[in-house]
């Protein structure tokens, strides 16, 4: 693994507007669902191939990985793994991505604190926010202690008044 990509899900309903009042079935509202559009859209115009996308089993982060991959081409492999879940540490996330040395650019999703955590950990930084929606690159110098460098990082509201040509159209 060369670069890892890590995106916290979009905006998600609050855990009482779910039927079941579980955390694990929050969905994205349409506000998240909308700027994980426009970044994906704008990450796809960056021309960044990736050969994985590993999320989280909990719906948001599905439908944010979903969203994401929609319009990636080519298509990155896609799963659904555990390690990802909400309360993962650091330590989890490492261990689970030693299944996945052999892929060159993986993107991961999931859920605050731990994306967080896991990319101050990655970057050596105790000061850095991964806001909703939010898309960080490292570049990795060391893979067995897996450390690296931040190389960029997209907030929604770096993108909010970006305006992205898209097939002929110019969408904001």
């Known amino acids: 693994m060369n670069e890892i990509f890590i995106l916290r899900h979009g905006k998600a309903e609050d855990i009482n507007e779910t039927q079941s009042k579980n955390d694990f079935d929050r969905r994205l509202t349409e506000e998240g669902q909308k700027k994980t559009n426009k970044l994906s859209l704008f990450f796809n115009s960056l021309e960044e191939k990736v050969d994985l996308v590993l999320s989280s089993p909990y719906i948001r982060a599905k439908e944010t990985a979903e969203i994401f991959i929609k319009d990636l081409d080519p298509k990155p492999d ?54 909703k929606g939010s898309l960080a690159k490292v570049i990795l110098k060391n893979h067995l202690t897996l450390s690296g460098e931040l190389e960029w990082l997209i907030t929604p509201s770096i993108l909010k008044n970006y305006k992205l040509k898209v097939k002929g159209l110019t969408q904001i």
């Open 78 to 131: 896609f799963k659904i793994v555990d390690f990802l879940s909400c309360g993962s540490a650091s330590k989890e996330i490492s261990k689970g991505l030693s299944d996945y040395t052999i892929k060159n650019k993986v993107v991961l999703i999931g859920h605050a604190p731990d994306l967080e955590l896991f990319l101050k950990n990655l970057i050596g930084s105790s000061d850095i926010k991964l806001k």
